[in-house]
């Protein structure tokens, strides 16, 4: 399995532009989340889902937007990017159901908005 | 879910235990806590978790007081590759969200 795969790895953005973080995971997950992390800071929560075409806020959504129309596939929108968006972007993945169980994290897309 | 404090940072010999220690005095009954790591930048990485017992598994040991107001995570023979930022969480067994604070970054010297 290759987990939870993040594309791209790298992105610079200009003021306005927009773009799409891919995620894909492979363990036929129903739970998938989007985390942004700032320098020297713990990890936020942006969106996550419960399964495909459910979707909800997180603590800090504004200016993102998601769609999960797959179990697969959980792609990130930033649709007028600006500088406060410039941070690391984690993709993760969980088992659903009521046992506490563990996160699958991706390696992450570093975004710079300049 | 319940707020967690750790030191923000701490220092190991290569070989000896790391000891990672997490306040969690307003945890609930039905609250977990749980530790994950992130090495440099990577995206965080599961190690353990626990209700009451102390647990064990390949990568640590997880100490939970009876009172269950603090925990500690125990790596028994620190390698130069546990240099991490550790965070203990804490959250319900329904909650799938995991609130990460500060964690502690830990350096293991040769």
């Known amino acids: 399995n290759a987990g ?18 891919q995620c894909t995971q492979d363990m036929n997950h129903n739970y998938m989340y ?4 700032d320098p020297g800071m ?12 459910i979707t ?20 990130l929108r930033l649709e007028l990017a600006a500088p406060s968006q410039t941070s690391v972007y984690f993709c993760a993945s969980s088992e659903a159901g009521t046992g506490p169980y563990e996160q699958y994290f991706g390696p992450g897309t570093r975004l710079t908005v300049t | ?3 967690t ?41 599961y190690i353990i978790h626990g209700l009451k017992n102390n647990e064990t598994n390949e990568m640590a040991s997880l100490i939970i007081t ?33 609130t990460f604070g500060g964690g502690t970054r830990l350096m293991v010297k040769p």
């Open chain 2, 66 to 98: 009876e009172d269950r107001k603090s925990s500690t995570l125990i790596l028994p023979h620190a390698t130069l590759r546990d240099t991490a930022v550790y965070y203990c969480i804490v959250r319900g067994r329904a909650g799938n969200m995991l």
């Open chain 1, 56 to 75: 909800d806020k997180g603590e800090v959504p504004n200016g993102y937007n998601v769609s999960r129309s797959t179990t697969e596939d959980f792609p």
């Open chain 1, 42 to 53: 713990g990890l936020k929560l942006i969106y996550y889902s419960v399964g495909a075409g």
């Open chain 2, 5 to 45: 404090t750790q030191p923000t940072s701490m220092d190991c010999a290569e070989g000896r235990a790391a000891n990672l220690p997490c306040n969690h005095s307003t945890i609930s009954g039905n609250e977990y806590v749980y530790w994950y790591r992130q090495i440099h930048s990577q995206g965080p990485q």
């Open chain 2, 1 to 3: 879910d319940a707020k």
């Open chain 1, 4 to 21: 939870v795969t993040q594309t791209p790895k790298f992105r610079i953005l200009k003021i306005g532009q927009s773009m799409t973080l």
């Open chain 1, 34 to 37: 989007w985390y942004r992390q």
